[in-house]
């Protein structure tokens, strides 16, 4: 059984994405002033928690995570069916899950993963792959039945899933390639911390890919 160690997630990627209300009947766009604020406060919530997980003091992360954790449900309940508040959502809870630990962090690291669940039901893209990744760090992290959910064909699946989408993406190559060292896989893993090392940090994710990149070239040396 793994102990409850969730990694900080990578998510993802990018916020450029069209944002479109929900079809009732007839399918209404959002008025250009409704989506620019709707992107305004998604990358506000990005930012922040990419400065958190990166940059924040350990003692400090907790709480700010669980500020953020409740901003999102906030946006969450105006914007129930997009996607893309749903994965950040998920992020969100999946990192604040990791910096409380142990047993206690179970409920948090299970609603981020029903919010990645749904997102995925409403964009199977998942925000380019990276509700993906995340849930394969959730299904890796956490315990296994009966406490948890954790389970590590699942958070395979979910890797290869993201790989199919992002397969250059250093996120999900360095978490594939810890999860894959943890099975006892050293020849992918090796494989996959490289391709982590060689890949391009996104724009919308420079910071958080780049400390990611560093975490995989320290897990190559290792391999």
């Known amino acids: 059984m793994r102990t409850l160690s ?3 997630l990578s998510l993802s990627r990018s916020l450029s994405r069209s944002l479109i209300a929900a079809a009732v009947g007839t399918a209404v766009a959002l008025s250009p002033l409704t989506a620019t604020a709707f992107e305004g406060e ?3 919530l990005k930012n922040r928690w990419e400065h958190t997980v990166t940059d924040m003091p350990a003692n400090e992360r907790e709480s700010t995570l669980k500020a953020l954790a409740g901003e999102v449900e906030q946006l969450v309940e105006e914007h129930q069916d997009e996607a893309d508040v749903l994965v950040w959502q998920g992020i969100i809870l999946a990192s604040y899950a990791r910096e409380r630990g142990g047993l206690g962090a ?3 690291a299970g609603d981020a993963r029903d919010a990645l669940e749904k997102a ?3 964009d199977p893209q998942g925000l380019n792959g990276s509700a993906y990744v995340t849930l394969g760090a959730l299904y890796d992290r956490a315990p296994g039945r009966p406490l948890g959910f954790g389970n590590s064909d699942t958070a395979e699946r979910m890797f290869q899933r993201a790989l199919e989408i ?3 993406g250093i996120d999900v190559n360095y978490y594939y390639a810890a999860f894959l060292k943890e099975e006892g896989n050293e020849q992918a893993a090796r494989e996959h911390a490289q391709r982590a090392v060689n890949g391009n940090a996104r724009e919308s994710r420079q910071v958080s890919d780049e400390a990611l990149r560093r975490d995989a070239e320290t897990l190559l040396n290792q391999l």
């Open 6 to 8: 969730f990694l900080p």
């Open 42 to 44: 998604l990358f506000s």
């Open 106 to 108: 179970l409920g948090t």
């Open 120 to 122: 995925i039901e409403i």
């Open 166 to 168: 992002r397969p250059d």
